[in-house]
């Protein structure tokens, strides 16, 4: 009886134990999120105060232009690179620097010089760009090592509630604190802002980085590829994460290792494609309705939406504490439908009550959107996650900027509404084509059907995954 006891005791205190790490852990990150958050504000704070600054410094639009395009083409250049810094460094030392950096050039800016101000502020658009892709890269791709595989989406939702409640107070007070206080009480604000992120960072245990061990993904051994060199593709992939001399390989093979991954994350760059238009839009939009004030309709609609996004976090944190799962690739592909649509319905010209119910439904999705493909990037294994979620950063920031340039050119001839339109159109046919591809992989495996049996004799059919086509 006695010895039938000691199992039983055992395994409690193990499952106590490991209650107990779970609540570190997790108090930890909430630790990790309210200085994220507290540096987003002085994200979203500098992108107005700065562009504001920037435009009154030359007095020319299209400086304003510039420095939005070196911003993005910095973070682009980040993307490409930080998976192999993370095969180098830990995600904590990442992430520290990346702020500490940020923090030095708004200094930087504070103490220039009139005649040296221009140098300054390219200078803050690169280190801005460059290390705000570095930090979010770094941290998304670690949740899973800081709080484990089970509470994944509960992370996610928990991190992007503290990026909208910071953009909220950003976008809002910018007006009033560069008013009131100037552009240099501003970026002292926004300096500051970045310090107490890079105390944060410094204080805790934050797992990540360094080639993290884990192994090839499970689809990388139904390749054909894998089976000819008897799994030491999947080995020479970690060995190259490790050394990060191969970076874009390991990206476009980490994108590869499961079906509609690399669908997945075209599809991201489509929809950063089509929220530079609602974004180079709503100003214009927003004048047509009250030319007096056109700042009041932008600011309610990114209020709105920023309540449907905390909300819909809510609901996913509900949904993931209850069930123990993430809401998945369709919920991705569902959701960018929804949001894509709500956008173009936000310039369809309706009452301003429905048009609030649009934003709230528009943020919500935003959210889901968010949740499911950060939740689902995060599980292939760590030696590929930091190389496909910079790849990912990268998409995104092409995607984006492309957009800017050609909306900008196409709202000079066109309505607002058939700019964003056909801009959000493309992520919604884009988005239909990942369902269909979601939707036919999950039959496959409902009916147990091999992929060697679905091409049997038909090379030219096309259901192979990304992995099998890249071989041709």
Same mark, same amino acid.
């Given at each position: 009886?006695?010895?039938?006891?000691?199992?039983?005791?055992?395994?409690?205190?193990?499952?106590?134990?490991?209650?107990?790490?779970?609540?570190?852990?997790?108090?930890?990150?909430?630790?990790?999120?309210?200085?994220?958050?507290?540096?987003?504000?002085?994200?979203?704070?500098?992108?107005?105060?700065?562009?504001?600054?920037?435009?009154?410094?030359?007095? %020319?639009?299209?400086?304003?232009?510039? #420095?939005?395009?070196?911003?993005?083409?910095?973070?682009?250049?980040?993307?490409?690179?930080?998976?192999?810094?993370? @095969?180098?460094?830990?995600?904590?030392?990442?992430?520290?620097?990346?702020?500490?950096?940020?923090?030095?050039?708004?200094?930087?800016?504070?103490?220039?010089?009139?005649?040296?101000?221009?140098?300054?502020?390219?200078?803050?658009?690169?280190?801005?760009?460059?290390?705000?892709?570095?930090?979010?890269?770094?941290? %998304?791709?670690?949740?899973?090592?800081?709080?484990?595989?089970?509470?994944?989406?509960? @992370?996610?939702?928990?991190?992007?509630?503290?990026?909208?409640? *910071?953009?909220?107070?950003?976008? *809002?007070?910018?007006?009033?604190?560069?008013?009131?206080?100037?552009?240099?009480?501003?970026?002292?604000?926004?300096?500051?802002?970045?310090?107490?992120?890079?105390?944060?960072?410094?204080?805790?245990?934050?797992?990540?980085?360094?080639?993290?061990?884990?192994?090839?993904?499970?689809?990388?051994?139904?390749?054909?590829?894998?089976?000819?060199?008897?799994?030491?593709?999947?080995?020479?992939?970690?060995?190259?994460?490790?050394?990060?001399?191969?970076?874009?390989?390991?990206? #476009?093979? @980490?994108?590869?290792?499961?079906?509609?991954?690399?669908?997945?994350?075209?599809? %991201?760059?489509?929809?950063?494609?089509?929220?530079?238009?609602?974004?180079?839009?709503?100003?214009?939009?927003?004048?047509?309705?009250?030319?007096?004030?056109?700042?009041?309709?932008?600011?309610?609609?990114?209020?709105?939406?920023?309540?449907?996004?905390?909300?819909?976090?809510?609901?996913?944190?509900?949904?993931?504490?209850?069930?123990?799962?993430?809401?998945?690739?369709?919920?991705?592909?569902?959701?960018?439908?929804?949001?894509?649509?709500?956008?173009?319905?936000?310039?369809?010209?309706?009452?301003?009550?429905?048009?609030?119910?649009?934003?709230?439904?528009?943020?919500?999705?935003?959210?889901?959107?968010?949740?499911?493909?950060?939740?689902?990037?995060?599980?292939?294994? @760590?030696?590929?996650?930091?190389?496909?979620?910079?790849? =990912?950063?990268?998409?995104?920031?092409?995607?984006?900027?492309?957009?800017?340039?050609?909306?900008?050119?196409?709202?000079?001839?066109?309505?607002?509404?058939?700019?964003?339109?056909? =801009?959000?159109?493309?992520?919604?046919?884009?988005?239909?084509?990942?369902?269909?591809?979601?939707?036919?992989?999950?039959?496959?495996?409902?009916?147990?059907?091999?992929?060697?049996?679905?091409?049997?004799? %038909?090379?030219?059919?096309?259901?192979?995954?990304?992995?099998?086509?890249?071989?041709?």
């Amino acid at each position: 009886m006695g010895s039938a006891d000691g199992p039983k005791a055992d395994e409690t205190d193990g499952d106590t134990r490991k209650a107990r790490d779970t609540a570190v852990s997790e108090r930890r990150f909430r630790f990790l999120v309210a200085g994220y958050a507290v540096s987003s504000y002085g994200t979203f704070l500098n992108m107005v105060a700065l562009n504001l600054f920037v435009y009154e410094t030359t007095g %020319r639009a299209l400086a304003m232009g510039l #420095f939005m395009a070196v911003r993005l083409a910095s973070g682009f250049v980040a993307g490409l690179v930080v998976g192999g810094l993370l @095969a180098r460094f830990s995600a904590k030392s990442i992430m520290l620097w990346a702020n500490v950096g940020q923090g030095a050039v708004m200094l930087v800016l504070i103490l220039a010089p009139d005649g040296m101000l221009t140098g300054a502020l390219m200078a803050v658009s690169v280190v801005i760009g460059a290390c705000g892709t570095l930090f979010m890269v770094a941290l %998304r791709s670690s949740i899973p090592e800081m709080v484990g595989e089970d509470r994944r989406a509960w @992370a996610n939702s928990l991190s992007i509630t503290g990026r909208s409640l *910071a953009m909220v107070a950003g976008f *809002a007070s910018a007006g009033v604190v560069v008013s009131l206080v100037g552009y240099t009480a501003a970026f002292l604000v926004d300096m500051a802002t970045f310090v107490a992120c890079a105390v944060t960072v410094a204080l805790l245990p934050i797992a990540g980085g360094k080639g993290a061990g884990g192994s090839a993904p499970k689809g990388s051994g139904d390749s054909e590829g894998s089976e000819n060199s008897g799994g030491s593709v999947a080995g020479k992939d970690a060995s190259a994460a490790k050394s990060g001399r191969r970076w874009r390989p390991v990206a #476009f093979i @980490a994108l590869a290792a499961a079906p509609g991954m690399g669908l997945m994350v075209a599809l %991201r760059g489509v929809d950063a494609f089509g929220s530079s238009s609602h974004n180079a839009a709503l100003p214009i939009y927003s004048t047509s309705l009250d030319a007096s004030n056109p700042a009041v309709f932008v600011s309610a609609f990114w209020c709105v939406w920023a309540l449907g996004n905390i909300g819909a976090q809510q609901v996913i944190q509900r949904y993931a504490q209850r069930t123990g799962r993430s809401v998945g690739a369709l919920g991705f592909g569902y959701g960018t439908v929804v949001m894509s649509a709500a956008f173009i319905a936000a310039f369809a010209g309706f009452p301003l009550a429905v048009t609030a119910v649009i934003a709230l439904i528009a943020g919500a999705a935003d959210g889901l959107t968010e949740v499911a493909y950060t939740s689902h990037l995060q599980t292939l294994p @760590a030696t590929l996650r930091g190389h496909a979620f910079g790849l =990912s950063a990268t998409f995104e920031n092409l995607g984006f900027g492309v957009g800017m340039i050609l909306v900008a050119a196409a709202l000079d001839r066109f309505s607002p509404l058939a700019v964003v339109g056909w =801009s959000h159109g493309a992520a919604i046919v884009v988005a239909v084509v990942f369902l269909l591809r979601v939707a036919g992989v999950r039959r496959a495996e409902r009916t147990g059907l091999r992929k060697e049996e679905a091409v049997e004799g %038909r090379p030219d059919r096309g259901d192979r995954d990304g992995a099998e086509v890249s071989r041709g």
